[in-house]
């Protein structure tokens, strides 16, 4: 298959597993929209029905491109001064491991995507079969750190075994996250033990947060041609 026909099929998986996804909503919800490829088709066929009267919903997003996709639909967003709680988040996800340990964050969004995460009582990936690993790593680890601290931090990424690079736009300048802050890309690690290696990235000073998001994920939605597969922990 071409380069170009993977990518379709790939995204019309996105879109079926998405698709899935709008089944869980129900009108009175407060969502959390996540970011990427994914959500966004998510976000899309939400707005419709927004749009259409079809779902009463309030939302939180988990990047400023989310949100402002979501107002263009006239979804209406709130923030946790308003609502403590959601009641369900879709996200994409980088790679799914067993146990629905996850890398996150290859849109650069991981921190605002976890703390949406981490306030849902039910938080659902959707993805298509190519994220699915059995061990993570394959896809570099974003480390998002406080730009003063990035030498700092990139020495203690060297000495896990990780070659740390810094994220950079297309136009050559630095990628800066929605806080303001830097991206680390890890690659050349595969990680045996996700919890551990989360404990110890915790534990560097000048990170902010990272892409490991584990014990997070109640649900999984992964399109193949053939069929949707949920997965649970
Ligand atoms: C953004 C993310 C995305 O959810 C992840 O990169 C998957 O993206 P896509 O749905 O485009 O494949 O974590 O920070």
Request: aromatic letters at 4%.
């Amino acid at each position: 298959m071409g380069k170009e026909s993977a990518s379709d099929e790939r995204a019309s998986l996105k879109l079926l597993a998405a698709q899935r996804a709008v089944e869980l909503v129900e009108s009175g919800m407060t969502l959390g929209l996540g970011s990427g490829t994914t959500a966004t088709f998510w976000i899309k066929l939400l707005g419709e029905k927004v749009r259409k009267q079809e779902l009463k919903i309030r939302a939180i997003a988990s990047s400023e491109d989310s949100e402002r996709l979501g107002r263009e639909y006239g979804i209406p967003f709130v923030n946790f001064e308003e609502c403590k709680s959601l009641d369900l988040t879709v996200d994409g996800a980088d790679e799914i491991a067993p146990k629905l340990a996850l890398i996150k964050g290859g849109g650069g969004k991981l921190l605002r995507e976890k703390i949406v995460a981490s306030a849902s009582k039910r938080f659902v990936i959707v993805g298509d079969e190519s994220k699915q690993v059995e061990r993570l790593g394959r896809f570099p680890l974003p480390v998002e750190v406080i730009p003063m601290a990035a030498p700092l931090v990139t020495n203690s990424l060297s000495e896990l075994g990780f070659t740390p690079a810094i994220r950079m736009k297309p136009d050559g300048r630095r990628y800066i996250t929605d806080e303001g802050n830097l991206i680390l890309d890890c690659s050349g690690l595969l990680i045996d033990d996700p919890a551990a290696m989360a404990a110890k990235l915790d534990s560097i000073v000048g990170v902010v947060e990272h892409g490991l998001f584990l014990g997070m994920a109640d649900l999984a939605l992964i399109a193949t041609p053939d069929k949707i597969i949920e997965r649970t922990v």
